[in-house]
């Protein structure tokens, strides 16, 4: 939460500036007039050559952590049963974070994370129902925490990779070897770690 700016004010400002957003994105440009209003009070650099998405992404960074002591809570999001268990396995091994739930597609991800409320949401990108890019556009607008792309279509550099962090996304990693990756907790366990760890703020390992 940005310094000075309590918890009801923050709402406040959240909701309506999802609305002007959702307004903008319906080919409303007069909502820019309200967003830079609220961008200015809320200390947010505005530019009017950013896209309603990009626009809908600029508050995450107002959102502080929800579980507010003890390890932070995390929410697995991933259509492959043995990539959440691999993903389980990778939390287990770090005190700081604790397991709230998992959901298989983005519309199951986005009810978990209202539901949730997780410090820190690991994404897939290539879901059913709802892909990863669906859920960031949404997120962006009230959704909690912070969100953590681990997908093999966000390859660092690709334009799934660019578009999820213009989307709000914190950080992404690239799954080692295609979808399935069972060899991900020993080959990127500690690249999913050690990005956690900087999106939430938490000592490096020792």
Known sequence: MMPGMDEEL???????????????????????????????????????????????????????PASGGGPMGVL??????????????????EPALRLLGEAEDGEAALTAMAGLKPDLTFLDIEMPRLDGLGVLRRWALTGPGEVLVVSSAAQPGSEVALQALRLGAAGVVAKPSGAISLDMAERRGHAVLDAARRVLGLPDAA
Do not use: F, H, K
Not at 79 to 91: G, H
């Open 10 to 64: 923050l709402a406040a400002l959240m909701e309506e500036w999802g609305t002007a957003c959702a307004r903008l994105a319906a080919g409303d440009e007069g909502a820019r007039v309200t967003l830079r209003g609220l961008a200015e009070a809320a200390g947010l650099a505005y530019d009017d050559a950013l896209s309603a998405e990009e626009l809908a992404a600029l508050p995450q960074s107002l959102n502080g």
């Open 76 to 93: 697995i999001v991933d259509d492959s049963p043995t990539m959440r268990r691999l993903m389980r396995e990778i939390i287990a091994a």
